[in-house]
């Protein structure tokens, strides 16, 4: 089998612990937006832009850097857990207690001064995350995918139990949202059991060689998640900051509220991206040494930008069906940014295939100083645009960010670890799929079933223009 072929399997199967988990989890957009008015999810939707931070500093780039040492000629992948895990636990419980110390202020700053309780809960979240992530990487690491999917997937079906069991069962407004975070600290407690060997199997470990190398290692990683997290999350958060007072006739943390919500409509893409990347770092750190890897990296990257046009070209042209997933028709308003979002998840897909190069060759810097140019182009763009063009600025600024930060990947990987990528015939598949997209805005029904057939055949066209151009070549490298 080819290994483009193995990839795509794993894929698959981490797909079942990522995209049908995330999907699930999607689907809390009902009751969410059922239950709280949109000042009420932009609470949510900030809370967890700060959680997003959070689970960076807490797993310090570590996930990486264990592959990275577990894969090296030699190197002993029970040590290197044992020392991981040590650094992972050593840098987030200690973070931990600072941040439940500081409860109060953090809730007061966070929008939510009356209750500190939600701190503890989502702390308590990240902390459980952290606990578990280097235990969930060596199982990635020693291809147990179907055992990480299956603790996924039951994960997040108890988490969709307790919301649903919370908001219509045992609802108390004095609670609110608290309800959401509650649920998802129960849920993610089930982690323990299922990484039981793991957890509880740790013994702390230090090599003042090694150690000090991962750390080194590790830290730019961290650096770089960072910048990530300012460029996936800043959006939603600056909102909050910089909308004017009553701009359009809304308040921050309605707009907030709305954006949250069309915003959940990207995770389509970026689940995909998530399960790929879950299956390509152990590969592209495998296939690294091989003569003729660079030509597989591309070949994968390639693969993969016409899955995403494919994906970006299907939820835009379904949305008048998936917009009833909202609670009320007043999010409907947003929809617009739903395709810009969709897009700059591709570009980052596209960005993470591109910094192949930078992580095996251990120049780990160049990503900390992509991702920061990508932060700045994210912050500023957002002080900027905001006050113009309120959460439809700030998509068009996401998309502006992923765009810088994957070209310039790729002009610096070409210079030290060049891979023929076929950036042309990619650019042609993802204006394929825009141009269905436009096509189909010029087109409206009556009918929802004829609309839905319409819909359907512009996604069938695109499948068959890529059969048509890539059957051939596609089978010669994975038979």
Known sequence: MGKIVRLASETAIYGLGTIIPRLINFILVV???????????????????????????????????????????????????????????GISVPLAAVLWLSAEPLAAAWGVPDHPEFVYYLVGVILLDAIVAIPFARWRQEKKALLFSVAKIINVLVLVTL???????????????????????LANSLFILFQFRNV????????TTDSRAMIRYAYPVMLIGVAGMIHELFSRMSIEWWWPPDFQGQSAQYALGIFGA?????????????????????FFFAQASDK???????RVNHYFVIAGAFIVLAVTVNLDILKHLLGSSSYYEGLGVVVILLVAYLFMGVYYNFSVWFKVTDRTHFGTWFTVGGAVVTVAGNY????????YGSAWVTLASSAFMMVTCYVFGQRYFPIPYRIWPALAYLGLALGLILLSARFSFSS???????????????????VGFEWREFRKHVT
């Open 31 to 89: 009751p969410h937006t059922r239950v709280f008015n949109e000042e009420a999810y932009g609470v949510i939707t900030n809370l967890y832009a700060y959680a997003g931070f959070l689970n960076v500093l807490f797993m310090f780039g570590m996930e990486t850097a264990y592959f990275r040492f577990a894969n090296k000629p030699g190197a002993s992948a029970e040590r290197v857990f044992q020392l991981a895990q040590t650094l992972v636990l």
């Open 163 to 185: 919301n649903y069991a919370f908001l219509y069962l045992f609802f108390d407004p004095s609670v609110g949202v608290g309800y959401v975070l509650l649920a998802n600290l």
């Open 200 to 207: 509880f199997g740790w013994r702390p470990a230090w090599d």
């Open 262 to 282: 069309c915003y959940k409509y990207a995770v389509f893409m970026n689940l995909v991206v998530m399960a790929f990347r879950y299956a390509a770092e152990p």
């Open 292 to 298: 003729k890897s660079p030509e597989l990296f591309a």
């Open 384 to 391: 900027a645009l905001i006050p113009l063009a309120g959460y």
């Open 448 to 466: 929802q079933v004829a609309a839905a057939l319409f819909h359907g055949l512009l996604c069938v066209v695109f499948v068959a223009v890529v």
